[in-house]
């Protein structure tokens, strides 16, 4: 047993108070915190990286439910520290805040949301274990929460094994595998697409950064295996956004710099598409909230696009700048800056509060992209790219007149265009739900099933316009989107405000089969690109009918997926299975009881978790390039996976009155 002074047991308090309250350490103990763990360890490794000490990072699932992570760098500190007496690798797993920083230059630009250090990770897991490579040496040392105190409580992260040197070695590096603590977390196991997604991200963000994850879950050799490595970093990934759409630059623009402390990089590609895309990343941490960083990036665009307009004579003296919405239309772009001390704000962290970030973007932006300008090169780009903004301006004047007639004839004629919606009686929004239906007799059902005080029905005929390949006037022609944007209340685009929502929860119903799969596609993408906030506020949802009915004698029971079904038939005889082809299958009762009734029904809320996923496979499946969405749909052709709103939404599933709070 290893020997402790009463230094090291105020640490161990320390540690203790992290299994206490895990929550103020990781966010939560659902799924979310418990990967929080994991890209703990990961942000470590790519410090090293970024350090220039290590060129590759290995992450590792294990059958066990442990994860690990590899680094190539120079191996944590072996020695023992003069102030503590305890040695590095200690020191970094059992002291709050200690991480691998050190107070080292080389850690200055690491991770703001994250950060708060291994030491965190050992805390709440049953295990862990450390193998140092350096000076010729391997070392190891091993950690563990299994011990308990004189009154039963778990000790948090006590070391078990001291470190010792356990041999020879020529690799340099560190090795840290971990297994969380189920006693903790609410789910131990490890999300292959969320580990696999957010390692690519880092890969595109790391340029020339090996990253690779092992998942020996996986039986499927390509999926137990990938390896990422993007030599041209976030140009390679505005390509990858753009997978799906056709580019008016075959080569991103890429501007980078350094203005006061903070590195700046941005990738800009413009596609023929009408909507614009903006990744942000602080320390590599996604701010899907924008910021100080974001803003500086557009007022140094729309600037500097401005002169430029002027200089090759597209505006004249008299014109009025353009907007910069207009020089943004059909542009993916993806701004990644490093800064000292991250200050993250708003609702969910994910956005930037640092004021002195913005006019460090705006300079380096600024002077790039005038440079890349004036380079004879790029004439030909500029001035492409300015006419796109002159015929952006004109459809937007036109847009916004058809919008301003469209809001006088829903006030003249609200009747009509919300003829199909059954409203319900209800006046508190905060109570109510909408439903968006698939077809007319699905409609009518619900209509009837309905608990009419706080339940509206819209039934939709047939497939909605797919407002991907549309500019917003064409989405306000059609009768369809005007009824749900009237039934909203929130109006659209520029104009959306969430404070006149009607209705607290929109709720999509369409069959599960691919048709409806079409729709909801479509549907998402209207609220992603006109309504986003309808969705990161947590508004939407995929109700989910059940695909089975099992009746014996006048008992019936509804099973939602193959795995539910075993259960509900299991040990049961003699029982006449139903399987639903539709939601049109379905009397009012059976619509309400399985799908309505807050009590029963399943719902999957739509999130924003991954905005970079869901944008391109927004892309991919409903852009006009054919062949990756052929390519998409064959791989991904289970229409009934209930994660596939995971890869491209982030939905979670909810239950019965969880969905309801
Ligand atoms: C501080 C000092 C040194 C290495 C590290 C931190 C270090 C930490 C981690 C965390 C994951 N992988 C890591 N690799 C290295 C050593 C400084 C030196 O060798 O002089």
């Given at each position: ?11 161990l308090e320390g540690l203790d108070a992290v299994r206490v309250r895990p929550g103020m350490y990781i966010g939560s103990t659902g799924s979310r915190g418990l990967h929080h763990l994991l890209w703990e360890i990961v942000d470590n490794a790519i410090d090293e990286a970024m350090g220039g000490y290590a060129t590759e990072v290995q992450v590792t699932l294990y059958k066990d439910g442990s994860a690990s992570v590899w680094d190539n760098g120079r191996g944590m500190p072996v020695d023992i520290n003069q102030a503590t007496g305890v040695s590095g690798v200690e020191l970094i797993f059992t002291r709050l805040h200690a991480g691998g920083k050190f107070g080292n ?95 690519e991200e880092l890969a595109y963000l790391n340029k020339g950064l090996k990253i690779s994850l092992e998942d020996e879950r996986q039986k499927d050799p390509e999926t137990a295996r990938r390896e990422y490595c993007f030599e041209g970093g976030i140009v390679d990934y505005v390509r990858f956004l753009n997978q799906g759409k056709s580019a008016v630059n075959e080569d991103p623009i890429f501007l980078t710099g350094v203005q006061n402390d903070v590195q700046v990089q941005m990738a800009i590609q413009y596609t023929d598409s009408y909507t614009d895309s903006f990744f942000s990343y602080v320390n590599n941490i996604p701010t899907r909230e924008g910021g100080t ?369």
């Amino acid at each position: 047993m290893p020997q402790y002074n009463a230094d090291s047991l105020k640490v161990l308090e320390g540690l203790d108070a992290v299994r206490v309250r895990p929550g103020m350490y990781i966010g939560s103990t659902g799924s979310r915190g418990l990967h929080h763990l994991l890209w703990e360890i990961v942000d470590n490794a790519i410090d090293e990286a970024m350090g220039g000490y290590a060129t590759e990072v290995q992450v590792t699932l294990y059958k066990d439910g442990s994860a690990s992570v590899w680094d190539n760098g120079r191996g944590m500190p072996v020695d023992i520290n003069q102030a503590t007496g305890v040695s590095g690798v200690e020191l970094i797993f059992t002291r709050l805040h200690a991480g691998g920083k050190f107070g080292n230059d080389n850690y200055a630009y690491s991770g703001g949301l994250h950060g708060v250090g291994a030491s965190v990770v050992n805390a709440l897991s049953r295990w862990l274990t450390v193998d140092v490579y350096r000076d010729y040496s391997h070392w190891q040392m091993k950690f563990t929460s299994e011990e308990e105190d004189d009154e039963g409580k778990v000790k948090a992260g006590i070391p078990s094994v001291p470190l010792t040197r356990v041999g020879n070695a020529r690799k340099r590096g560190t090795l840290i595998r971990f297994l969380p603590d189920d006693r903790i977390f609410d789910t131990t196991e490890f999300q292959y697409e969320t580990v696999r997604s957010r390692l690519e991200e880092l890969a595109y963000l790391n340029k020339g950064l090996k990253i690779s994850l092992e998942d020996e879950r996986q039986k499927d050799p390509e999926t137990a295996r990938r390896e990422y490595c993007f030599e041209g970093g976030i140009v390679d990934y505005v390509r990858f956004l753009n997978q799906g759409k056709s580019a008016v630059n075959e080569d991103p623009i890429f501007l980078t710099g350094v203005q006061n402390d903070v590195q700046v990089q941005m990738a800009i590609q413009y596609t023929d598409s009408y909507t614009d895309s903006f990744f942000s990343y602080v320390n590599n941490i996604p701010t899907r909230e924008g910021g100080t960083h974001e803003i500086g990036a557009k007022t140094a665009l729309t600037k500097v696009f401005n002169e430029y307009a002027r200089r090759i004579g597209a505006l004249k003296d008299k014109d009025n700048n353009l907007s910069g919405e207009d020089f943004r239309e059909g542009m993916t772009c993806v701004l990644l800056v490093m800064v000292k001390n991250p200050q993250f704000e708003g609702q969910t962290k994910g956005k930037l509060g640092n004021t002195e970030v913005k006019p460090a973007v705006e300079t380096v932006i600024t002077n790039e992209l005038t440079l890349y300008l004036e380079d004879l090169k790029h004439q030909q780009l500029g001035q492409a790219l300015v006419e796109k903004a002159l015929k952006s301006a004109r459809v937007r004047e036109a847009a916004r007149r058809a919008r301003d007639i469209a809001r006088t004839k829903n006030e003249l004629e609200a009747a009509p265009l919300v003829g199909k919606l059954s409203v319900c009686t209800g006046r508190n929004p905060k109570d109510n739900e909408l439903f968006i239906v698939e077809g007319d007799s699905a409609g009518g059902s619900a209509k009837q099933g309905r608990d009419r005080r706080f339940q509206a029905i819209l039934p939709l005929r047939g497939k909605p316009l797919n407002v991907e390949k549309k500019r917003l006037d064409a989405v306000l022609a059609n009768e369809e989107f005007r009824s749900l944007i009237t039934a909203l209340g929130t109006g659209i685009g520029e104009d959306f405000s969430l404070s006149a929502l009607k209705y607290d929860k929109v709720i999509i119903l369409s069959d599960a089969d691919q048709d409806g799969a079409h729709i909801r596609a479509i549907l998402l993408t209207f609220f992603y690109r006109y309504m986003r906030e309808l969705i990161s506020e947590g508004h939407v949802y995929i109700g989910m009918p059940p695909l089975y009915q099992v009746r014996k004698g006048d008992t019936q029971h509804y099973a939602y997926d193959d795995r539910e079904l075993k259960k509900v038939t299991a040990g049961l005889k003699g029982y006449v299975l139903q399987r639903y082809k539709g939601l049109g299958e379905m009397n009012p009762e059976q619509l309400w009881e399985t799908t309505m009734d807050r009590q029963h029904r399943k719902l999957m809320q739509v999130t924003l978790d991954d905005a970079a996923a869901a944008e391109r496979m927004i892309s991919l499946l409903m852009g006009d390039k054919v062949d990756p969405r052929r390519e998409y749909i064959i791989s991904h052709a289970d229409f009934n996976k209930e994660d596939q709103f995971d890869a491209s939404h982030g939905a979670h599933a909810q239950q019965g009155n969880a969905a309801h709070s």
